[in-house]
């Protein structure tokens, strides 16, 4: 079980198609983070929201663009990715950037790029 | 950059053997966390170690946070088939936001 719902929980698209992944947490939390990770490999960070403003862009390629439209959801938008796309993508959430608290991640959706 | 390494990359033990899994850190931190991830799951968070020297026991898990806290451990006494997945530390900088994670430790039990 986890409180960071995150869909779909699998993506195939094509490289010329447009489609969006959903993050959602109802902890209050107030950071929110995305992370990319490839088959045993760690968790990769890619973008970090603070109080719904963008904190840290880990110089992600804009094909990828993130959105955070409330305190409770986060977008990963996509658009013409490679086939090196494919990969989990996590999304994390936790108190606040300053907390030293823990990082609590939805189950992740496994995009697979054709 | 911040590089945060874990050795070693894999480890395979009898069940009931103990396992020692390190975390070693390129630059000083502020914090560490450990986060166990099951084969297609994701990761979990285990445990948070702030002071210098730290030590915290979670049952058969034993975590330490190194003196000059660059570096840390966990220890799993008499490993179970449930410990099965890949530990990974993840380092917190000071004053930066982001956790960078280790290059992790993946755990086999074999019973």
């Known amino acids: 079980d986890t409180e960071v719902t995150q869909t779909p929980k699998h993506l195939v698209m094509g490289m010329t198609n447009k489609k969006s992944l959903k993050c959602e947490q109802h902890m209050g939390h107030r950071a929110m983070y995305w992370y990319k990770q490839k088959a045993k490999k760690p968790p990769e960070l890619m973008f970090v929201y603070s109080y719904e403003k963008l904190s840290i862009n880990e110089s992600v390629p804009s094909r990828f663009s993130p959105e955070c439209p409330n305190s409770s959801l986060l977008n990963l938008h996509l658009h013409a990715l490679q086939p090196e796309d494919s990969a989990l993508y996590l999304c994390?959430?936790?108190?606040?950037?300053?907390?030293?608290?823990?990082?609590?991640f939805g189950d992740g959706t496994r995009l697979s790029i054709l | 950059g911040q590089q945060v390494m874990q050795i070693p990359q894999y480890q395979h033990v009898q069940e009931g053997e103990d396992f020692t899994t390190y975390c070693n850190s390129s630059t000083t931190l502020s914090n560490i966390q450990w986060y166990k991830q099951r084969p297609g799951g994701h990761p979990v968070f285990l445990i948070q170690l702030v002071k210098s020297g730290e030590v915290k026991k979670q049952k058969r898990l034993t975590f330490q946070f190194g003196e000059a806290k660059k570096n840390s451990s966990l220890h799993i006494t008499a490993t179970q088939t449930t410990d099965v997945g890949t530990y990974f530390c993840?380092?917190?900088?000071?004053?930066?936001?982001?956790?960078?994670f280790g290059t992790g430790t993946r755990l086999k039990v074999l019973a």
């Open positions: 993840a380092g917190g900088a000071s004053g930066t936001y982001k956790y960078i």
């Open positions: 994390a959430s936790r108190t606040g950037l300053l907390s030293n608290q823990p990082q609590h």
